[in-house]
């Protein structure tokens, strides 16, 4: 499966950005989508999970209820949608994908076997 992220910019503390991951081959509802994120000269972060079947969502606690994650295996699509950002959010943002990830890996960037390339989201203060 190919990934494409879109959707970052610059945007103001306070102020509310959506980013969409479309995917392209494969079953796309077979796999589990995560979104992860790098800042300069930090690792890669894991921000948010999301199960095949949207029931299950797994988020970090830096963005807990203010980030919030959808998908529409129709369009194959999964969104982040980010409220109250901070310039702590501040990073280059990007979604991955796992048919094979277990559960206690979905908060590992190893578990991936997918990635877009990043989309860069950068808030100023």
């Known amino acids: 499966v190919q990934l494409q992220a879109s959707g970052g910019g610059l945007v103001q503390a306070g102020d509310s950005l959506t980013l969409s991951c479309a995917a392209s081959g494969g079953t796309f509802s077979n796999y589990v989508v995560g979104w992860f994120r790098q800042a300069p000269g930090k690792g890669r972060e894991f921000v948010v999970a999301?199960?095949?079947?949207?029931?299950?969502?797994y988020y970090s606690d830096s963005v807990k209820g203010r980030f919030t994650t959808a998908r529409d295996n129709a369009k194959k699509s999964v969104y982040l949608q980010m409220s109250s950002l901070q310039p702590e959010d501040t990073a280059a943002y990007y979604c991955?994908?796992?048919?094979?990830?277990?559960?206690?890996?979905?908060?590992?960037?190893?578990?991936?076997?997918?990635w877009g390339q990043g989309t860069q989201v950068t808030v100023s203060s």
């Open positions: 999301i199960r095949w079947n949207s029931q299950n969502t």
């Open positions: 991955a994908a796992s048919r094979t990830i277990i559960l206690s890996s979905i908060r590992n960037e190893n578990g991936y076997q997918y």
